[in-house]
Protein backbone atom coordinates (compact mmCIF):
# COMPACT_ATOMS: atom_id res chain seq x y z
CA UNK A 1 0.00 0.00 0.00
CA UNK A 2 3.00 2.35 1.21
CA UNK A 3 4.07 2.13 -2.82
CA UNK A 4 0.89 3.14 -4.28
CA UNK A 5 0.25 5.63 -1.74
CA UNK A 6 4.18 7.05 -3.61
CA UNK A 7 2.75 6.74 -6.80
CA UNK A 8 -0.22 8.74 -6.07
CA UNK A 9 2.11 11.68 -4.82
CA UNK A 10 4.25 11.20 -7.65
CA UNK A 11 1.32 11.77 -10.30
CA UNK A 12 -0.15 14.46 -8.60
CA UNK A 13 3.43 16.76 -8.22
CA UNK A 14 3.52 15.44 -12.26
CA UNK A 15 -0.21 16.67 -13.18
CA UNK A 16 0.38 20.30 -10.80
CA UNK A 17 3.81 20.85 -13.39
CA UNK A 18 2.14 20.52 -16.15
CA UNK A 19 -0.68 22.63 -15.27
CA UNK A 20 1.72 25.14 -16.77
CA UNK A 21 1.56 25.90 -20.41
CA UNK A 22 5.30 26.05 -20.63
CA UNK A 23 6.24 23.16 -19.71
CA UNK A 24 3.19 21.45 -21.18
CA UNK A 25 3.60 22.32 -24.90
CA UNK A 26 7.76 22.47 -23.83
CA UNK A 27 8.05 25.57 -25.71
CA UNK A 28 12.18 25.45 -24.86
CA UNK A 29 14.30 23.64 -27.20
CA UNK A 30 16.92 22.77 -25.76
CA UNK A 31 17.22 20.56 -22.51
CA UNK A 32 19.28 23.10 -20.41
CA UNK A 33 15.94 25.73 -20.39
CA UNK A 34 13.65 22.90 -19.94
CA UNK A 35 15.57 22.20 -16.63
CA UNK A 36 15.53 25.97 -15.62
CA UNK A 37 11.65 26.11 -16.43
CA UNK A 38 11.06 22.71 -14.68
CA UNK A 39 13.03 24.05 -11.66
CA UNK A 40 11.39 27.28 -12.02
CA UNK A 41 7.96 25.74 -12.17
CA UNK A 42 8.83 22.90 -8.87
CA UNK A 43 9.85 26.01 -6.71
CA UNK A 44 6.96 27.86 -7.53
CA UNK A 45 4.92 24.83 -6.57
CA UNK A 46 6.57 24.50 -3.48
CA UNK A 47 6.10 28.18 -2.68
Given at each position: ?18 Q ?8 E??A ?16
Amino acid sequence: KSVYRQRNQVERCFNRLKQNRRIATRYEKKAENYLAMLTLASIMMCL
